[in-house]
């Protein structure tokens, strides 16, 4: 036997067969479009449904040369002052929304709606943009420092 004969089978021996390599792409190819196909008509979503807004106000965030925020209510009344190192939380997701305006254009002093739901959850929107955010996500305590400038909850007896 020669030589030759050995190498050339040897290389044969080592490539997958011809079946498998298209099972393989047929198989990526279908999970591509079952994949596709979910997205589009929605099935396996999971989330939490759009309830009624109970509470609502309208904020706008001014940033100070100090490095403070200043929080105002829709009627230009301030709610807080935010110092610059705390509520870091806040600061970021106002950050976030604000260069999503900046990107589409859109003045900075239009206000962000704040919604606290029937369900209990709070959102932050931006009417403008139509971006939002589903602050309890973050954690009860990050919500909680946006919920502060809802009024408070209404207690049935």
Do not use: C, H, Y
Not at 42 to 62: H, Y
């Amino acid at each position: 036997m020669s030589d030759s004969t050995l190498t050339g089978s040897a290389s044969a021996a080592q490539s997958p067969p011809r079946w498998t390599l298209i099972g393989m792409a047929l198989l990526a190819l279908s999970t591509i479009a079952i994949a596709g196909f979910a997205r589009q008509t929605g099935i396996g979503v999971t989330g939490v449904p759009d309830s009624p807004a109970v509470a609502q106000v309208d904020l706008r965030f001014e940033d100070l040369s100090d490095g403070a925020v200043v929080v105002r209510d829709g009627r230009g009344q301030v709610l807080e002052t935010i110092p610059v190192s705390a509520d870091g939380f806040i600061r970021g997701t106002m950050r976030s929304l604000a260069r999503q305006r900046k990107q589409a254009g859109l003045s900075p002093e239009l206000p962000f709606l704040l919604e606290r739901r029937e369900n209990g959850r709070l959102s932050l929107s931006d009417p403008s943009t139509g971006g939002r955010i589903e602050l309890d996500a973050f954690g009860p305590g990050n919500a909680a420092s946006f919920g502060r400038f809802l009024p408070p909850r209404e207690t049935r007896s």
